[in-house]
């Protein structure tokens, strides 16, 4: 059975830094990567970042480009997301997905394993 949990969220200010963490258990299939989204309230659900896990190239929207960074503890099977230079327009709930590949972060509602979100507030 595929598990997901997020850790890692919180308040910060404008400019600050946050860094998520989901991990991953029961996940077999070679092709499912790890994405993360999240839905600001009133605003649907959007993929920011994925991370192969052939491959581990990775894939970010063009809002985080620059300021988020997607990783993998090997050791762990952990995988991160450093999110620099918070803007309020990050505000939302954070969460971590699997069930395809990278190639299909912008289409969420396919997505078939989720975590049960982390909340990131960024406010001065």
């Known amino acids: 059975q595929v598990q997901l949990v997020e850790s890692g969220g919180g308040l910060v200010q404008p400019g600050g830094s946050l860094r998520l963490s989901c991990a991953a258990s029961?996940?077999?299939?070679?092709?499912?990567?790890i994405g993360w989204f999240r839905q600001a309230p009133g605003k649907e659900r959007e993929g920011v970042s994925c991370?192969?896990?052939?491959?581990?190239?990775?894939v970010y929207v063009d809002s985080v480009k620059g300021r988020f960074t997607v990783s993998r503890d090997n050791a762990t099977t952990a995988v991160s997301l450093q999110m620099n230079n918070l803007k309020p327009e990050d505000t939302a709930v954070y969460y971590c997905?699997?069930?395809?590949?990278?190639?299909?972060?912008?289409?969420?509602?396919?997505?078939?394993?989720w975590g049960q979100g982390t909340q990131v507030t960024v406010s001065s």
């Open positions: 997905a699997t069930g395809l590949p990278c190639e299909a972060l912008s289409s969420w509602i396919l997505w078939g394993h």
């Open positions: 029961g996940v077999t299939a070679d092709y499912y990567a």
């Open positions: 991370i192969s896990s052939t491959d581990g190239s990775t």
